[in-house]
């Protein structure tokens, strides 16, 4: 048993992202987490409200047409105002990226 836990290494459960870029000087890795926690906050705080939005209209509307109606709607706008904050959050971080990354001469 012993022999079992000595080739076992606790860090190997937890492996880098394939996104993770070991070459980031520090303002650019500042530009990457404050990315990740923008589109974190930002992502959650739309499902919040989108999620509260269809809550209140399911909750007011009588007739089941109409609710149902009403929230497919609100989750169509959800997903397409999720999707453009994600493209945004990304084009921002993308173009900062480009003025914080050392120019080569």
Same mark, same amino acid.
């Given at each position: ?15 880098? #992202?394939?996104?993770?870029?070991? +070459? ?8 990457? =987490? *404050?990315?990740?926690?923008?589109? $974190? ?22 007739? #089941?047409?109409?609710?149902?109606? +009403? ?8 997903? =397409? *105002?999720?999707?453009?904050?994600? $493209? ?18």
């Amino acid at each position: 048993m012993g022999r079992w836990f000595a080739g076992f290494r606790t860090l190997d459960r937890f492996r880098t #992202p394939r996104t993770f870029n070991p +070459a980031l000087t520090f303002p650019e890795a500042c530009v990457a =987490v *404050s990315g990740a926690l923008a589109r $974190i906050f930002l992502g959650s705080m739309l499902f919040g409200v989108c999620g509260g939005l269809s809550w209140y209209s399911w909750a007011s509307i009588p007739n #089941p047409w109409v609710r149902f109606s +009403a929230v497919l709607l609100l989750t169509v706008m959800f997903l =397409v *105002s999720f999707t453009a904050l994600m $493209i945004g959050i990304q084009v921002a971080v993308d173009g900062t990226m480009a003025r914080v990354r050392p120019q080569k001469t």
